[in-house]
Each structure stands twice: as structure tokens, then as C-alpha cells.
């Protein structure tokens, strides 16, 4: 039988392989560009090898075409939010185990999602949509007030995010978003306004069965200054206090029960505020970056196991697994290019051994990518990982390694 996994994330592949083989199945990915996961097929070999169609992924025939070509398909996995609505769909087509298309949908739009938590009492502010373009800045005033969070509703990788304080801020950020929606690649879905929230920002991991949600624990979540609006590093486990804890799990319970996410892993991203947890938004799938991989490493399990458990429609054995936070805590820090150009590899990246923690090094870029914007993920050239006995530890450790490595870049400048 085969599991065939719809474009994925950049990292996790040789683990889904592993836990897909392990329950007696073949693993293919699906993908427009394999140059995504050259560090994972090059990891992923042997008997827990990957095998690769390539395919033009944003094409549903071409899609179809090339999981009728699959003997015995048994699941298909998504865990990308780009293609999560085209693969529930497909999976209801063919008669596949999945999610409610509908509910899929619905997570993948920010600002209904605000909404429908608004309603229920679990956000204490709402999303107005608004138009792209200055003159749309009363209505922000008037609906949501400042500060406030201009953002698209089916945004990803932190592009399209506009944070301002005052008037003349939330004029220019309108402009900004106007130059996008007429520019070329415009704009990922409707432009919505919501409040700002004052907080650090954690994300919590989760997994769900038939509405019953259980938490894998929560990363802190490190961003950058304004005005570029990124993610810097995270690290897991949070220390929190046991209560604290146990009411981040209910608050997170029914904010998943009320968007409609039944089954499978949710990345839901929170700022912890004054009066509580507020969401900032679910990802219904696994962590991504390297979050599943500090998961695997902290609770010496393949959570993968789980991914393929759900894909193939039964009750994933790791929510009635004992959690026992075994192995280190990991943290791991983006390392971004600081101008746009052609990279031309790293510098500091041979001295990674002498720093403790395990330090490791995964490449997101190549030497010879075109790295044309700086001021989101699409800036990170690769990530600096590193361990310890407490997610504190590790992120200092992951943070003083990461500071000595410079991705080199040929700008249009120096030809």
C-alpha cells in the first residue's frame, strides 16, 4: 500500500518515511520543486527512502493523474497550509480517510476564523476586513482601534503583516498593502484588520482525535523588531507552571472545537496576555521549521507515527502514549540573509563544533538560490539548532552559535 504526501514541509520528510515504512507502506511525495527538500532527500536513503514525482503540484488533473498512477493508495498527507484545502478535497474524491474539506476551508481563513472565536467568547476582539488602500484607515479606527494587526487571510511564512501604532503607520501599512495587491504576486487572500496583542508568543503543539485535543507541549516563539515582522527562533519545552499549563490545554481544546478541527496535529500560535491566551492563528498540521523535530528529539518519539496514524484514518496511538519529556530540550534560530541577492554559502559554519549543545546545522537555501526578500521566512537561508536540559539553556546555546554564522551574499552591487 501507499502514502503519498501532497508537497510537504521542508523538513520531516526522512521522519514521515520512517513512521510510513514502519506501518508496512510505500511513501511518495508529490512536489512541484524537489529542490525544497534537498536536505531531507539527501538524509532520507536506504530502506526509509523517499520516492519522488515530480509534478506541477497548483494543477489538480496533473495531481489526479499521478495518484492514479499509485497501486494501492491508502492515504494522502498534507502538511503544508498552500495545498491543505486542494488535498482534503482530493482525499473526499477519492474516498480517502481525511478532514471535512468545509472545515479545512474555514481554517484557512484568518479572519473568519477570528470571527467564529469572537462569537463564541474565545477572542476578545474581532477581524474587519478592509480594502487595500490609505482611505480604509477609519474604518480600522473605528472597528478595531490602535494598535492594531493588518494581515491577508490566507497569508503564510509571516508575509503580508503589517503591526502599527498610530495613525500615520496604519496609512503607510494600507499603502504598502495596496502596492502589493496590484503588484504581481498580489495578495494572499482578503486584507483584514485585527487588535494588536501584548504579549510574548508561544505556539502550541497539539493533536486531536474525534474533538478529543491533546497538548504536546508549547514552544516559545521569538520575533523580530519592527519594522520587518519574522520569526526569529523558538524552543520547547516551555517551563510553565503546571496550572498554567493545564489551562492552556482547555483554552486551546475548545478554540479547535470551535473552528472545527477534529483530527490531527494543530500548530496554534498564541500570545499570552493579561487576561489569557488570544490566538494569532491555528495551522492545522504539524509544526513546521524545525518544531516537530525538537517534539521527536524532547519526547524521544517519531511523531510522525501519528501523522500516518490520522492519514490512515485510525486513532493515533500518541494520545494514549505516556508524554515523558526523556530526551533534551532544543531550541533552534532562523539565520537570515541581511540584503537581497544571490547566495554564496555561509561563513562560520565550520566553527558550529566548538559551541555545546549538539549543534546542528539545517539548510533551508542553496549556494546559487536568488534570495529576493529579507523582511520574511523567505529570507532564511537555514537554521542553527542546539540542546539542552532546559528549553532556556538550549536557546541561549542555539542563539550564541547562530550569531557567528553569515550567509554570503552577491548583491546586484558587487555584480
Known amino acids: ?81 498552500t495545498w491543505s484545502v486542494p488535498a482534503a ?69 509571516s508575509r503580508d503583516v503589517w503591526v502599527v501604532h498610530d495613525y500615520e503607520g496604519l496609512r503607510t501599512a494600507l499603502g504598502e498593502a495596496e502596492e502589493r495587491a496590484g503588484g504581481g504576486g498580489g495578495l494572499n487572500g482578503s486584507l483584514f484588520a485585527e487588535p494588536f496583542l501584548a504579549g510574548p508568543l508561544y505556539s502550541a503543539e497539539t493533536l486531536s482525535w ?33 496550572d ?33 491566551p488570544e490566538l494569532v492563528e491555528i495551522n492545522r498540521r504539524i509544526g513546521g521549521a524545525l518544531v516537530a523535530e525538537a517534539m521527536c528529539r524532547t519526547l ?24 515523558r519529556p526523556t530526551g533534551p530540550a532544543v531550541a533552534f534560530v532562523l539565520v537570515y540573509a541581511d540584503e537581497p541577492g544571490v547566495l554564496e554559502g555561509w561563513s562560520g559554519l565550520e566553527g558550529l563544533n566548538a559551541f555545546p549543545g549538539d549543534v546542528s546545522w539545517y539548510p533551508v537555501r542553496a549556494p546559487g538560490d536568488s534570495v529576493r526578500h529579507v523582511g520574511d521566512q523567505r529570507g532564511c537561508t537555514g537554521m542553527v539548532l542546539a540542546e539542552a536540559p532546559t528549553a532556556e539553556l538550549a536557546q541561549h546555546r542555539a542563539w550564541s552559535a547562530a550569531t557567528t554564522v553569515r550567509p554570503v551574499m552577491k548583491t546586484a552591487e558587487r555584480g
Not at 519594522?227 to 510553565?240: G, M, N, Q, S, T
Not at 475548545?254 to 496535529?265: C, N, S
Open 210 to 242: 474525534e474533538g478529543h485535543t491533546r497538548l504536546l507541549g508549547v514552544l516559545s516563539r521569538q520575533t523580530s523588531r519592527l519594522p520587518a515582522v519574522r520569526e526569529e527562533a523558538a524552543a520547547f519545552p516551555v517551563a510553565l507552571p503546571p
Open 244 to 276: 498554567e499549563l493545564a489551562a492552556i490545554e482547555r483554552w486551546v481544546g475548545d478554540v479547535l472545537a470551535t473552528a472545527g478541527h477534529e483530527q490531527g496535529f494543530a500548530h496554534v500560535e498564541f500570545v499570552l496576555t493579561r487576561r489569557g
Open 89 to 157: 478535497d482530493l482525499a473526499q474524491e477519492l474516498g480517502l480517510p481525511g478532514p471535512d474539506p468545509e472545515a479545512v476551508k474555514l481554517l484557512r481563513d484568518k479572519a473568519r476564523v477570528r470571527r467564529t472565536l469572537h462569537r463564541a467568547g474565545l477572542s476578545a476582539g474581532t477581524a474587519v476586513e478592509v480594502e487595500p488602500r490609505p482611505d480604509s484607515a477609519e474604518l480600522v479606527l473605528q472597528a478595531v482601534g490602535l494598535p492594531a494587526v493588518l494581515k491577508v487571510s490566507a497569508g503564510t511564512s
Open 1 to 81: 500500500m501507499t502514502i503519498v504526501a501532497l508537497e510537504a514541509l521542508s523538513f520531516g520528510l526522512g521522519r514521515t518515511a520512517r513512521a510510513a515504512h514502519a506501518s508496512g507502506h510505500r511513501f511518495v511525495l508529490l512536489t512541484g520543486d524537489r529542490s525544497v527538500y534537498r536536505h531531507e532527500l539527501a538524509t532520507a536513503h536506504g530502506a526509509y527512502g523517499v520516492d519522488v514525482i515530480d509534478v506541477d503540484t497548483f494543477d489538480p488533473d496533473a495531481v489526479r493523474d499521478a495518484l492514479a498512477s499509485l497501486p494501492d493508495l491508502a492515504g494522502l498527507i498534507n502538511t503544508t497550509d
Open 300 to 323: 524521544d518519539v517519531n511523531v510522525y507515527e501519528a501523522l500516518v496514524d490520522v492519514t490512515l484514518g485510525r486513532r493515533p496511538r500518541l494520545l494514549d502514549a505516556p508524554l
